[in-house]
């Protein structure tokens, strides 16, 4: 049955008494938040400046004497929404009356002549609403806030360079993609028979953890569609603060191609290792290397085959399962390979050949790092293998920070959505580095730190003199929240590092 709007609400309920303890329950009780851990992640926004950096990419064509939340609050409401779980605009009609949000975008809770209340779905909407048919927000009657997407890309690279003291020697820059599935009529999403859905397939940047470019793009062009176009843009901006960085460019398979590795090969001290897909011609170029493989892996077999047909006459299955027991034989070479058609030169391919009692696992990576640099094994393992790391990220980025969820019809919302993911997901990464390099939370998780470090219960106690926030004495993580209280103490404002 739906109350109606006129019935009050009684002012105590009186339950049935436990072991004759009367049970009484009011709603007279001081403000309590489960987010008490938000006042982390404001203190390092305020003395790093990030979203409000973002917010400065929005042009705001509202009349500014009638509005009641600013642009800097509406983008910091949103991504502070983001890091504590509510990926949802939905969600911040439930937040839009929480203390300890409107605490941390600016709102001042201790004077009954300001309201607390902060922006709702309709009001953040208006920034990630992107109407196609509207040419201005200017011209518009009801969306009437703009976004830079230039200055977007452009602080993502900014927000990079500045995690640095002082500029690196050598920086490896991954490129991949993903998936972020779609479940209606958005703009530019197509059936993508690898990823067997409807999806975007946006083209990330990282550089370690740092994230330097998230690009939404259609899911029926090609993998390394714009990828050249993304380095060129991310290497411009790095190189006008970095002049003499060395650039190694990583990627899979989909990213060897003529236009990506000429360009890397006609530029000073940039390099390239992608991985390359196996043929016929490059399997057969690594045979010598296999052979070689094979008859270690024969030599050290035999003995465990040996020794068990002195005890018995062994089963195939039986030498299957002892053969479990001897490490695989692992060979690299370095081959001179060009193809037919498609590439301009000869480059150099490493092969790895791993030889084991089932089968032969071959894999091939084309680079331009020369032979007498960097061997061909140590190429494979300490330069391309760790660009696993990147699908870590990929997953902080979709499973911690929900930046899939581009559900908006435009395109251009969906893009903006993916931003504020990524602006979320580098204030958590400087909070990891910054703050929590000497504690358990290290390497955790998004999920973890959020649960452990952000959501804190505690009883909020407002007056005229002072906002206190009370966290349950039984919190089992108030050392690293002090840790953390100290980094951020210590840290400069970015207005004094940036003079």
């Known amino acids: 049955m739906t109350p109606n709007k006129n019935d009050c609400i009684p002012e105590q309920f009186i339950f049935e008494p436990v072991k004759s303890c009367p049970v009484v329950v009011n709603f007279k009780g ?90 709702g779905k309709s009001t953040l909407n208006r920034i990630e609403h992107c109407p196609e048919n509207v040419s201005s927000r200017a011209e518009s009657r009801y969306h009437r806030i703009e976004h830079d997407a230039s200055a977007i890309e452009t602080l993502l690279v900014e927000l990079f360079l500045e995690s640095y003291r002082k500029a690196p020697r050598q920086i490896i820059l991954d490129l991949d993609v993903t998936d972020d599935p779609v479940h209606g009529n958005q703009e530019e999403t197509f059936f993508n028979p690898y990823y067997r859905g409807y999806c975007y397939a946006p083209l990330y940047i990282f550089c370690g953890k740092n994230l330097l470019a998230a690009k939404l793009r259609a899911s029926n062009v090609d993998p390394a569609s714009g990828g050249l176009e993304e380095l060129q843009r991310v290497i411009k901006i790095i190189r006008s603060r970095w002049q003499n960085v060395k650039i190694i460019i990583r990627g899979d398979s989909a990213y060897s191609r003529e236009d990506i590795m000429a360009w ?76 037919l058609g498609s590439w301009s030169r000869n480059r150099r391919v490493v092969a790895k050949v791993e030889y084991s009692y089932e089968e032969v696992y071959t894999r091939f990576i084309v680079t331009s790092l020369p032979i007498n640099k960097i061997p061909p094994g140590r190429l494979y393992t300490q330069k391309y293998c760790p660009r696993g790391n990147m699908e870590n990220c990929l997953k902080e980025q979709k499973l911690g920070l929900k ?97």
């Open 403 to 499: 930046s899939d969820r581009t559900s908006t019809h435009t395109f251009a919302g969906n893009q903006l959505r993916l931003w504020l993911a990524s602006i979320a997901y580098v204030l958590l990464n400087t909070l990891q580095k910054q703050c929590l390099a000497s504690t358990e939370l290290k390497n955790a998780t998004v999920e973890t730190i959020r649960t452990k470090l952000l959501k804190l219960g505690a009883v909020i106690t407002i007056s005229k003199r002072r906002v206190l926030i009370a966290i349950s004495s039984a919190c089992p993580y108030q050392e690293i929240f002090a840790t953390v209280y100290k980094c951020l103490s210590q840290l400069p404002s970015q207005s004094l590092i940036m003079t």
């Open 30 to 119: 001081e403000p309590v938040t489960s987010d008490a851990g938000l006042t982390l992640i404001a203190e390092l926004d305020r003395k790093r400046e990030i979203t409000s950096r973002l917010a400065a990419c929005f042009k705001d064509y509202r009349e500014q004497n009638r509005i009641q939340h600013p642009v800097t609050a509406i983008i910091a409401q949103r991504i502070y929404g983001l890091i504590m779980g509510y990926e949802d605009i939905n969600d911040h009609e439930s937040l839009r009356h929480d203390a300890i949000f409107a605490l941390c975008v600016g709102k001042v809770i201790n004077s009954p002549q300001e309201s607390i209340t902060l922006a």
């Open 264 to 339: 890397c090969e006609s530029q000073t001290e940039i390099d390239y290792v992608f991985g390359l897909a196996p043929n016929n011609r490059l399997l057969q170029l690594s045979h010598s290397i296999q052979y070689r493989a094979s008859q270690e892996y024969s030599r050290k077999i035999k003995p465990v085959v040996e020794f068990f047909e002195t005890l018995f006459s062994p089963s195939p299955d039986v030498i299957k399962d002892a053969a479990a027991f001897v490490d695989n034989s692992v060979w690299y070479c370095s081959l001179d390979y060009q193809t």
